[in-house]
């Protein structure tokens, strides 16, 4: 069946030190995929997308890699800042599963002073 | 813009009582979603619409409703509340298929 899964669960970084979270989905038919980070208290908040025809997408201070391969994303996030510090989902869709987004557990990134 | 907008913020019910969960959004998005997220994981899509008019079930559409009347506006009803129902509940929208949606705050409910 679908699933997007996460390989860690928590994440702690040093601040100002890179942060690579990691995604794996099951489904090959999935053709978008998106990442969200979800402060305490709040509504997931958008941070970057991919779609399939591409591997590579930059946005500000964020990147995400997209292996179809091996299935797997990643998010990458440069200097991180104790702003950073949330729970980052991944989430993908795909024309067979209609308008339904299919989210990983999440991972939570805890940045150190 | 206020983007999407959820009320109430925080609610408790007791088993057996129902209760509406509004959502309105002003982006003009013709898509709209529920979902429902469960402490430490992720979200679950209850029902969804690609516009006025039109509604489908998602992953988890038991004891739930919802009608889309407007484009802006997007409620879910639940009837007969039940304790499994004790969730945080987004609301969210988005252009199309492949555009990020944008999630309201969430409502947050208890059933008691």
């Known amino acids: 069946g679908e699933s997007v899964g996460l390989h860690l669960p928590t994440l702690s970084v040093q601040e100002g030190d890179n942060s690579i979270i990691n995604c794996a989905y099951s489904n090959s038919a999935s053709d978008y995929f998106i990442w969200y980070k979800q402060e305490s208290g709040k509504g997931p908040q958008f941070i970057i997308d991919i779609r399939s025809n591409m591997d590579k997408r930059q946005g500000q201070r964020v990147t995400v890699l997209l292996n179809k391969t091996v299935k797997h994303l990643s998010l990458q996030i440069a200097a991180t800042q104790p702003g950073d510090s949330a729970v980052y989902f991944c989430a993908e869709n795909s024309m067979d599963s209609s308008y339904k987004l299919i989210f990983g557990s999440g991972t939570r990134l805890l940045v150190r002073p | 813009n206020a983007g999407v907008t959820q009320t109430p913020k925080f609610r408790i019910l007791k088993i057996g009582q129902s209760m509406t969960l509004q959502c309105a959004q002003d982006?003009?998005?013709?898509?709209m979603y529920w979902y429902r997220q469960d402490p430490g994981m992720g979200l679950k899509l209850i029902y969804y619409s690609v516009g006025a008019g039109i509604t489908d079930k998602g992953e988890v559409p038991n004891g739930y409703n919802v009608s889309r009347s407007t484009t802006e506006d997007f409620p879910l009803r639940l009837e007969l509340a039940a304790p499994s129902q004790t969730s945080v509940y987004f609301c969210a929208s988005s252009y199309g298929r492949v555009q990020p949606q944008h999630f309201g705050d969430g409502t947050r409910l208890s059933i008691l």
């Open positions: 982006m003009n998005h013709n898509y």
